[in-house]
């Protein structure tokens, strides 16, 4: 079956680092875009960023721009979530998600366009 692991969150002061991974087994990672949405309490859960099946087209939430960087190793078949200048507002759990897209350069940024998440993992920001 399909599964997800995501690992790399935890408790950070503000302005530091995390880089979150999320590890895809039971499809062929090369047919999904890959997204990471995140969560928090009280909130709805909102896309933070996407990349396509290729690696080519990328979105980022205008909240993270400049801060947050997806990626992608099809070697590994894992998606990659590297967080610099991280803010307390940015505490959430954060999931990964993937969902077939039938072009390789095509994104997906709303969370009905994915068809396997993972359990998710908490980020902290501490003030």
């Known amino acids: 079956q399909v599964q997800l692991v995501e690992s790399g969150g935890g408790l950070v002061q503000a302005g530091g680092s995390l880089r979150l991974s999320c590890a895809a087994s039971?499809?062929?990672?090369?047919?999904?875009?890959m997204g990471w949405f995140r969560q928090a309490p009280g909130k709805e859960r909102e896309a933070v960023a996407a990349i396509s099946r290729s690696g080519a087209t990328r979105y980022y939430a205008d909240s993270v721009k400049g801060r947050f960087t997806i990626s992608r190793d099809s070697a590994k078949n894992t998606v990659y979530l590297q967080m610099n200048s991280l803010k307390p507002e940015d505490t959430a759990v954060y999931y990964c998600a993937a969902g077939y897209t039938a072009t390789s350069s095509a994104t997906a940024t709303r969370a009905y366009e994915y068809n396997y998440w993972g359990q998710g993992t908490q980020v902290t920001v501490s003030s």
């Open positions: 039971g499809l062929t990672f090369s047919r999904y875009a």
